[in-house]
């Protein structure tokens, strides 16, 4: 991990997903250029290993379909410092791997309610919050699945699509603040989300990079950090793949 020294002193930091992945590596980078952390996380004991792994960081159990649990969350964390300068929304899951018309109704409705209503509670938490100081970056974590569509995977890149599209609304919307709203769209990485799929669908998907690698955790998480800073001045509304070269458009 590279540290870019200071580059987050004085901000403030709520991180959905927090406990794992590109998340906490994002949080870890967060906290160690200088920032306060807070991890928003549904596995406590995750939470509790990266609590002690990233010094200083605060955590919640917090489920992001839940808005009023979103909600609580964020209050908490702009008590404790007067203000929430980050939002960096990653909590996700993938969802089975079946064919649309096999896709089980109850586990559509909770990838949707997770990887989209998930965002969706998360940015309206916060914004208000942000607003108060008139400085924020958001930081919405989709997928290049939301952009082509992956085979098998309905509800996750339907909801990855709606990050987008929201990204984008929100985006426009506070563009004369000083809040930007940007989301990333990763090809395939290494994280601890893989396991929730069978090797024949990380096989296929990994097929599909010219690289012809994974991409590691702590590169996406190099993007989310660039685009959490000052640094993210006059990019917003959009749309920053980290693909291997898979992303056409």
Known sequence: ???????FQHRVAAI???ASGVGREAAARIAAEGGRVFLWDRDERALAAAAAAIP?????RVDVADAADVARAAEAAFRAHGRLDILVASAGITGPTAPLWEYPIE???RVIDIDLHGIFNSCRAVVPLMLKNDYGR???ISSVAGKEGNPNASAYSTAKAGVIG????LGKELAPTGVR???ITPATFKSPILAQLPQSQIDYMKSKIPMGRLGEVEEVAALVCWLASEECSFSTAATFDISGGR???
Do not use: D, F, H, P
């Open 107 to 109: 586990e559509w409705r």
């Open 166 to 169: 929201l990204t984008k609304s």
């Open 181 to 183: 709203v940007n989301c």
């Open 247 to 249: 992303t056409t458009y």
């Open 138 to 140: 958001i930081v919405n």
């Open 16 to 18: 959905t997903g927090g």
């Open 56 to 60: 200083g960081a605060q955590t919640a």
């Open 1 to 7: 991990m590279t540290v870019i020294s200071g580059r």
